[in-house]
């Protein structure tokens, strides 16, 4: 017994040795390829990217070292013997990483414009299987989704089998399914066109699309079938994100008219006032939203993601303020005057335009964009969830809510709604209707800075960002029902839903005309809005 165990592990041994020869005679002749001719060293560099798909991490990892020493010229050839990798440590052999001397005679290889884009494409495909780091990892992908017929499938198998991102898992499955349609092998080409038509995007639908051009299409049935079958999913499934994407863009533009309204259907339908300064209170809310950010970098450095949430108390009480102000100085005196106050509050845009443009620049601001509004979620096909819209409807849904509270549910919306209903009646059972007017006034203003506020991280932020919204803010109150909070919100939602259904057809200033038009017919027939304010004061 002893001496079969003792020949069985001089069988081991000897193997064992003859493997690690052969790897490291194969990483030679890598290296010596490298260092040869044009010739070779394209050889050389299709191996390196074949070594991508191999299950060996040690293989992985020399292949990528060594071909970004070639890259970076820290390979250095000598006339005679092993080349040397120089990269400001040691320098070391490269096909066996021990350390070596630096031959004083050694060149760099020099490569061709065909080498190195093939050097780069091996560099990239080992990247992703060697990338510590995901977003290294991604930015490799996105370098061989654009080459994905020149990858060997092993590459994007061993890279999703090991990848530990899911999302960055479901790309590279997906990669590696448009590589795997022009496969030899019928059978993973059919594979492929199943597991592709399953994402239902317009990049998969152009893959399969061409395959119509293949020989196979005509002369095969089965594969006909398949890709017409797959094509027909992929396309009904684009139909049915167009339509989502459509709605949630117009619920998205609509919870941005909403908050530019909701502080001016106050305002007008309590005062009667045409306040062409709301628009620049919208924008003055954005820019101490900008400011609330700067304080953050600069005083509390790892709270800067959250200045969108910090911005909240501050936005609402620098506008308020500032309406209670202009309220008290300015419009208390021109209620009975209204082409006056219409004028009045058009100078006091004027000026805070210019007070911005003299303080802040006219350039835009630059905000961070915080991890929480960062990015999205695909649903089906191009329709993708974006963070920083839908934190837009949520902060609009809550603003509502609680705009809904103040009215419905304490003592100054009660006041606000007496008032508003008449105003004689209301200053002669006691109510303060000068006081109400000015608290009124603070409350749309500063619900015209939140709306700023939410504007930040998906707007341009300027001093001349008001003026864009003003109008259409209007055109929301006067359609809903002037002082109705129910009324802005149905009117928000129309007039945001038709503006993204008619702008692909004929334009932004076409869709603004058009519901123009279809505002000023529907008013024809119902001038109070879609809401009235029952004895709104006249």
């Given at each position: 017994?002893?001496?079969?165990?003792?020949?069985?592990?001089?069988?081991?041994?000897?193997?064992?040795?003859?493997?690690?020869?052969?790897?490291?005679?194969?990483?030679?002749a890598?290296?010596?390829?490298?260092?040869?001719?044009?010739?070779?060293?394209?050889?050389?560099?299709?191996?390196?990217?074949a070594?991508a798909g191999?299950?060996?991490?040690?293989?992985?990892?020399?292949?990528?070292?060594?071909?970004q020493?070639?890259?970076?010229?820290?390979l250095?050839?000598?006339?005679?013997?092993?080349?040397?990798?120089?990269d400001?440590?040691?320098?070391?052999?490269?096909?066996?990483?021990?350390?070596a001397?630096?031959?004083?005679?050694?060149?760099?290889p020099?490569?061709?414009?065909?080498?190195?884009?093939?050097?780069?494409?091996?560099?990239?495909?080992?990247?992703?299987?060697?990338?510590?780091?995901?977003?290294?990892?991604?930015?490799?992908?996105?370098?061989?989704?654009?080459?994905?017929?020149?990858?060997?499938?092993?590459?994007?198998?061993?890279?999703?089998?090991?990848?530990?991102?899911?999302?960055?898992?479901?790309?590279?499955?997906?990669?590696?399914?448009?590589?795997?349609?022009?496969?030899?092998?019928?059978?993973?080409g059919?594979?492929?066109?199943?597991?592709?038509?399953?994402?239902?995007?317009?990049?998969?639908?152009?893959?399969?699309?061409?395959?119509?051009?293949?020989?196979?299409?005509?002369?095969?049935?089965?594969?006909?079938?398949?890709?017409?079958?797959?094509?027909?999913?992929?396309?009904?499934?684009?139909?049915?994100?167009?339509m989502?994407?459509?709605?949630?863009?117009?619920?998205?533009?609509?919870?941005?008219?909403?908050?530019?309204?909701?502080?001016?259907?106050?305002?007008?339908?309590?005062?009667?006032?045409?306040?062409?300064?709301?628009?620049?209170?919208?924008?003055?809310?954005?820019?101490?939203?900008?400011?609330?950010?700067?304080?953050?970098?600069?005083?509390?450095?790892?709270?800067?993601?959250?200045?969108?949430?910090?911005?909240?108390?501050?936005?609402?009480?620098?506008?308020?303020?500032i309406?209670?102000?202009?309220?008290?100085?300015?419009?208390?005196?021109?209620?009975?005057?209204?082409?006056?106050?219409?004028?009045?509050?058009?100078?006091?845009?004027?000026?805070?335009?210019?007070?911005?443009?003299?303080?802040?620049?006219?350039?835009n601001?630059?905000?961070?964009?915080?991890?929480?509004?960062?990015?999205?979620?695909?649903?089906?096909?191009?329709?993708?969830?974006?963070?920083?819209?839908?934190?837009?409807?949520?902060?609009?849904a809550?603003?509502?809510?609680?705009?809904?509270?103040?009215v419905?549910?304490?003592?100054?919306?009660?006041?606000?709604?007496?008032?508003?209903q008449?105003?004689?009646?209301?200053?002669?059972?006691?109510?303060?209707?000068?006081?109400?007017?000015?608290?009124?006034?603070?409350?749309?203003?500063?619900?015209?800075?939140?709306?700023?506020?939410?504007?930040?991280?998906?707007?341009?932020?300027?001093p001349?960002?008001?003026?864009?919204?003003?109008?259409?803010?209007?055109?929301?109150?006067?359609?809903?029902?002037?002082?109705?909070?129910?009324?802005?919100?149905?009117a928000?939602?129309?007039?945001?839903?038709?503006?993204?259904?008619i702008?692909?057809?004929?334009?932004?200033?076409?869709?603004?005309?058009?519901?123009?038009?279809?505002?000023?017919?529907?008013l024809q027939?119902?001038?109070?809005?879609l809401?009235?304010?029952?004895?709104?004061?006249?």
């Amino acid at each position: 017994m002893r001496p079969l165990f003792t020949l069985v592990c001089c069988l081991a041994a000897l193997l064992s040795a003859q493997a690690a020869s052969a790897q490291a005679i194969e990483r030679s002749a890598v290296v010596a390829g490298l260092c040869g001719t044009a010739a070779a060293g394209g050889e050389a560099a299709s191996h390196l990217l074949a070594l991508a798909g191999t299950t060996n991490a040690e293989d992985v990892s020399w292949s990528l070292s060594l071909t970004q020493a070639v890259l970076n010229r820290q390979l250095k050839c000598p006339a005679a013997g092993p080349g040397v990798v120089d990269d400001g440590r040691a320098p070391r052999d490269a096909a066996t990483l021990a350390p070596a001397p630096l031959p004083p005679s050694a060149r760099t290889p020099v490569l061709n414009l065909r080498n190195r884009g093939a050097l780069d494409l091996a560099q990239a495909a080992l990247t992703l299987r060697a990338g510590a780091d995901a977003g290294v990892r991604r930015g490799a992908l996105g370098v061989l989704t654009r080459r994905a017929a020149d990858v060997p499938l092993p590459v994007f198998e061993q890279a999703a089998a090991a990848e530990t991102d899911p999302s960055l898992k479901a790309e590279i499955e997906n990669t590696a399914a448009i590589a795997a349609l022009n496969s030899p092998d019928m059978a993973k080409g059919l594979d492929a066109l199943e597991r592709l038509s399953a994402t239902r995007t317009r990049r998969v639908q152009t893959q399969i699309a061409a395959l119509r051009d293949d020989p196979a299409y005509a002369g095969d049935r089965t594969f006909k079938a398949a890709v017409d079958s797959a094509l027909t999913r992929v396309e009904g499934g684009i139909r049915i994100g167009n339509m989502l994407a459509a709605l949630y863009n117009g619920l998205s533009f609509a919870s941005i008219l909403f908050m530019a309204a909701i502080g001016l259907s106050i305002i007008f339908g309590l005062m009667g006032v045409i306040n062409l300064a709301q628009g620049e209170l919208i924008m003055i809310g954005a820019y101490v939203t900008w400011l609330t950010q700067e304080v953050l970098r600069a005083a509390l450095p790892g709270l800067v993601d959250y200045y969108l949430l910090v911005a909240i108390v501050p936005a609402f009480l620098v506008t308020a303020l500032i309406g209670v102000a202009l309220e008290v100085t300015i419009l208390r005196h021109l209620y009975r005057r209204p082409l006056m106050s219409l004028l009045a509050t058009w100078a006091i845009s004027l000026f805070l335009i210019n007070a911005v443009r003299l303080g802040f620049g006219t350039q835009n601001l630059q905000f961070a964009t915080p991890f929480y509004v960062a990015g999205g979620v695909p649903v089906i096909g191009d329709f993708i969830v974006t963070w920083n819209r839908l934190f837009a409807i949520a902060f609009a849904a809550v603003t509502l809510g609680l705009t809904w509270f103040v009215v419905q549910r304490t003592g100054l919306g009660l006041d606000i709604r007496a008032v508003t209903q008449n105003r004689d009646m209301a200053g002669c059972i006691g109510i303060p209707t000068r006081r109400v007017d000015m608290l009124a006034f603070g409350l749309g203003s500063g619900l015209a800075g939140l709306a700023g506020l939410s504007l930040s991280p998906i707007y341009n932020v300027n001093p001349q960002m008001g003026a864009n919204f003003i109008i259409d803010a209007f055109m929301v109150v006067v359609l809903g029902g002037v002082g109705t909070i129910g009324g802005t919100l149905i009117a928000a939602l129309g007039v945001g839903q038709i503006n993204v259904l008619i702008e692909p057809f004929w334009g932004a200033v076409a869709a603004k005309v058009i519901v123009l038009f279809l505002i000023i017919g529907f008013l024809q027939f119902r001038p109070e809005g879609l809401f009235s304010a029952k004895g709104r004061r006249r």
